[in-house]
Every structure is written in C-alpha cells, then in structure tokens.
C-alpha cells in the first residue's frame, strides 16, 4: 500500500479535488484529556496522506481544507473524529458524510457496523485491526502502525458508494444526510462536556 508521510501539515500542492477521506489516532477516547497525533487522507483518487501531528500544529492547508463547505469529508464514527479535530484546529466542520450512521440506517438486519465488518462484507477483504490501541503519541510510528492508519481511509470512498444505493433504495438517503448536517453540533456538544442522552432525555 502505498502513502506519504509529512509532519505538521498538508502539502499545499497535493489535489483535493471535491472528497476526501478522513480518519484521525489519538492518545485515547478523552476529549478533554487526550490529543491528536495522526490525520490520514485519501483522495477521490485513492492517494493516502499521513500527517503527524504535534501539540501546537496549526495545520493551515489542513484547516483550509476542513472549513471548505465544497468538500465532501467521509468519515467512519464521524462525530469522535469531528470534534477531536474541532479542538485542535478550532474549526467549524461541514460537509460530512459517516459510513457507520450510513451503515447503521442501511442495515438493519444487523448490529455490527464496524468498519472491519463492512470492507469484509462489501469488498471481501480482511483489514488488520491489531495495532488500533498502539501508541500513537510516539515520536517515531512503525511502519506496521503507518499502514494500518492508511487502511482505515483507503476504502471509505467505496463504502459510501455502496451504501448510498440501499439508502437510496430504502428511501432513508434525506434521513441520512438529515443526521450528517447535525453531527458537528453534537460534537461540540461533547467538547463542551454535555451528556446528549441525559439531554435529551424526558427526566
């Protein structure tokens, strides 16, 4: 599999085009306590950028890219990765599509919505998840934890793909981009240390 490395930011030269592929690797599942250490990008060409990030990274390519309301972000488990970038970069983040919500609308035939289970079950491969709770806060990332993080946007242009045509067919696509337009709010929501199920509960 092939990727580019880069420290602090994007590349300003490297074509977008109109969507792109997002993930991100932290120290841990904390909002408040934990950091972003990894962006990966895949483009609609399937080209895959990783970007370490540090502490203070600004990342103004990357910024620019996240505010552009003309780009398509797909995303797997959208609302963690909204609002850890949020808090780094201090953005508002539009334009978002979650291949597990997709998957969640379209299948409901079953509870199992990880991404490992849709790239097995759609496109009959088996992705490795073994170094998913590695240290991503390391200086120097091993090549095994560089191509696992590639993995995870490689196939996210596919899925949604796939996905569009049951909600389609289902009739669920409006509901699903219904929720998608609401995901950046409810990750602000759990930046800013709200319980959205006490919320919006009756008591």
Not at 110 to 121: A, E, F, R
Not at 142 to 152: C, F, G
Request: glycine letters at 2%; proline letters at 2%; hydrophobic letters at 40%.
């Amino acid at each position: 599999m092939k990727y580019i490395l880069h420290h602090d930011d994007l590349p300003k030269e490297v074509y977008i085009g109109s969507s792109i592929a997002i993930d991100t690797e932290t120290t841990g599942l904390n909002l408040v306590r934990d950091r972003l250490c990894l962006i990966q990008i895949c483009t609609e060409h399937n080209e895959i950028h990783l970007i370490k990030i540090n502490k203070n990274s600004n990342a103004p390519v990357i910024f620019n890219i996240l505010c552009d309301d003309k780009i398509l972000k797909i995303f797997h488990f959208a609302r963690f990765d909204l609002a850890v970038l949020m808090k780094q970069f201090n953005c508002n983040i539009s334009n978002i599509y979650c291949t597990k919500i997709a998957s969640k609308l379209a299948r409901t035939s079953t509870d199992n919505h990880s991404l490992k289970t849709l790239v097995l079950n759609y496109l009959s491969i088996d992705i490795p998840k073994f170094e998913q709770t590695s240290d991503w806060g390391s200086h120097e990332l091993s090549n095994a934890q560089l191509e696992y993080a590639a993995t995870d946007v490689l196939y996210l242009h596919k899925l949604k793909n796939i996905l569009d045509g049951i909600l389609i067919r289902e009739g669920r696509d409006k509901l699903a981009k219904d929720i998608f337009n609401f995901l950046p709010k409810l990750s602000f929501l759990d930046l800013e240390g709200w319980d959205v199920n006490s919320l919006l509960s009756h008591k």
